[in-house]
Protein backbone atom coordinates (compact mmCIF):
# COMPACT_ATOMS: atom_id res chain seq x y z
CA UNK A 1 0.00 0.00 0.00
CA UNK A 2 1.27 3.64 -1.15
CA UNK A 3 0.81 6.56 0.72
CA UNK A 4 1.22 9.55 -0.92
CA UNK A 5 0.98 13.31 0.75
CA UNK A 6 1.21 16.59 -0.96
CA UNK A 7 2.17 20.01 0.04
CA UNK A 8 2.55 23.00 -1.19
CA UNK A 9 -0.95 24.22 -2.30
CA UNK A 10 -1.57 27.85 -1.76
CA UNK A 11 -3.08 31.49 -2.99
CA UNK A 12 -0.76 32.91 -5.38
CA UNK A 13 -1.50 35.84 -7.51
CA UNK A 14 -2.43 35.86 -11.39
CA UNK A 15 1.57 34.85 -12.98
CA UNK A 16 2.56 33.81 -9.95
CA UNK A 17 4.29 30.46 -9.06
CA UNK A 18 4.08 27.31 -6.55
CA UNK A 19 6.17 24.38 -6.25
CA UNK A 20 3.73 21.15 -5.01
CA UNK A 21 5.37 18.04 -3.43
CA UNK A 22 4.17 14.98 -3.00
CA UNK A 23 6.20 12.54 -0.82
CA UNK A 24 5.63 8.85 -0.89
CA UNK A 25 6.15 5.79 1.34
CA UNK A 26 4.73 1.89 1.71
CA UNK A 27 6.37 0.82 -1.53
CA UNK A 28 9.20 1.16 -4.44
CA UNK A 29 9.27 4.55 -5.25
CA UNK A 30 11.02 3.39 -8.62
CA UNK A 31 8.73 1.08 -9.46
CA UNK A 32 6.17 3.89 -10.34
CA UNK A 33 4.89 6.08 -12.50
CA UNK A 34 3.88 9.55 -10.88
CA UNK A 35 1.83 12.05 -11.81
CA UNK A 36 -0.73 14.71 -11.47
CA UNK A 37 -4.53 16.01 -12.16
CA UNK A 38 -6.60 18.74 -10.66
CA UNK A 39 -10.29 18.86 -9.79
CA UNK A 40 -11.56 22.58 -10.02
CA UNK A 41 -15.18 23.00 -9.01
CA UNK A 42 -18.14 21.42 -10.57
CA UNK A 43 -15.27 20.14 -13.07
CA UNK A 44 -14.05 16.29 -13.48
CA UNK A 45 -10.67 15.42 -12.77
CA UNK A 46 -8.17 15.93 -15.58
CA UNK A 47 -4.55 15.26 -16.38
CA UNK A 48 -1.74 17.55 -15.62
CA UNK A 49 1.66 15.89 -16.00
CA UNK A 50 2.87 12.49 -15.58
CA UNK A 51 6.69 11.09 -14.93
CA UNK A 52 8.47 7.57 -15.89
CA UNK A 53 9.35 5.79 -13.41
CA UNK A 54 13.00 6.49 -14.34
CA UNK A 55 13.06 9.96 -15.37
CA UNK A 56 13.27 9.81 -19.03
CA UNK A 57 9.83 11.03 -19.59
CA UNK A 58 7.15 13.66 -19.20
CA UNK A 59 4.01 14.14 -20.78
CA UNK A 60 1.63 17.14 -20.01
CA UNK A 61 -1.49 18.73 -20.62
CA UNK A 62 -1.67 21.01 -23.61
CA UNK A 63 -3.12 23.86 -21.32
CA UNK A 64 0.02 23.34 -19.15
CA UNK A 65 2.45 22.70 -21.36
CA UNK A 66 5.62 25.15 -20.97
CA UNK A 67 4.26 26.77 -17.57
CA UNK A 68 4.01 23.64 -15.70
CA UNK A 69 7.25 21.18 -15.09
CA UNK A 70 7.28 17.86 -13.27
CA UNK A 71 10.27 16.28 -11.70
CA UNK A 72 11.20 13.06 -9.30
CA UNK A 73 13.82 12.41 -6.85
CA UNK A 74 13.99 8.95 -6.40
CA UNK A 75 16.38 9.46 -3.60
CA UNK A 76 13.88 11.21 -1.72
CA UNK A 77 10.64 9.12 -2.91
CA UNK A 78 9.30 12.56 -3.89
CA UNK A 79 8.01 14.00 -7.01
CA UNK A 80 7.41 17.57 -7.67
CA UNK A 81 5.27 19.81 -9.60
CA UNK A 82 7.08 23.68 -10.75
CA UNK A 83 3.96 25.48 -11.29
CA UNK A 84 4.87 29.30 -13.19
CA UNK A 85 2.85 31.85 -14.87
CA UNK A 86 -0.16 30.50 -12.97
CA UNK A 87 -3.58 31.81 -14.24
CA UNK A 88 -6.83 32.09 -12.10
CA UNK A 89 -8.06 28.65 -14.39
CA UNK A 90 -5.81 26.61 -12.58
CA UNK A 91 -7.52 27.06 -9.49
CA UNK A 92 -7.82 23.37 -8.72
CA UNK A 93 -7.34 20.67 -5.81
CA UNK A 94 -4.62 18.64 -7.01
CA UNK A 95 -3.83 15.28 -6.44
CA UNK A 96 -0.75 13.26 -6.60
CA UNK A 97 -1.19 9.32 -8.24
CA UNK A 98 1.05 6.32 -8.57
CA UNK A 99 0.42 4.18 -11.25
CA UNK A 100 2.64 1.55 -12.67
CA UNK A 101 2.65 2.71 -15.88
CA UNK A 102 2.27 6.19 -17.83
CA UNK A 103 -1.00 6.73 -18.53
CA UNK A 104 -2.89 10.31 -19.31
CA UNK A 105 -6.00 8.55 -18.01
CA UNK A 106 -7.08 8.63 -14.13
CA UNK A 107 -8.35 5.14 -14.01
CA UNK A 108 -4.88 3.70 -14.63
CA UNK A 109 -3.84 5.30 -11.14
CA UNK A 110 -3.91 3.03 -8.14
CA UNK A 111 -2.60 5.53 -5.72
CA UNK A 112 -3.69 9.01 -4.97
CA UNK A 113 -3.12 11.20 -2.06
CA UNK A 114 -5.74 13.69 -0.34
CA UNK A 115 -4.90 16.65 -2.57
CA UNK A 116 -3.49 20.43 -2.15
CA UNK A 117 -5.57 23.58 -2.88
CA UNK A 118 -4.02 25.94 -5.47
CA UNK A 119 -5.73 29.31 -5.38
CA UNK A 120 -4.71 31.86 -8.28
CA UNK A 121 -6.24 35.31 -7.68
CA UNK A 122 -6.82 37.41 -10.35
Known amino acids: QVTLVESGGGLVQDGGSLRLSCAAS????????MGWFRQAPGKERSFVAV????????YYADSVKGRFTISRDNAKDTVYLQLSSLKPEDTAVYYC???????????????WGQGTQVTVSS
Open 26 to 33: GGTFTTYA
Open 51 to 58: IARDDTTT
Open 97 to 111: VAGGDISLSPTSYHY
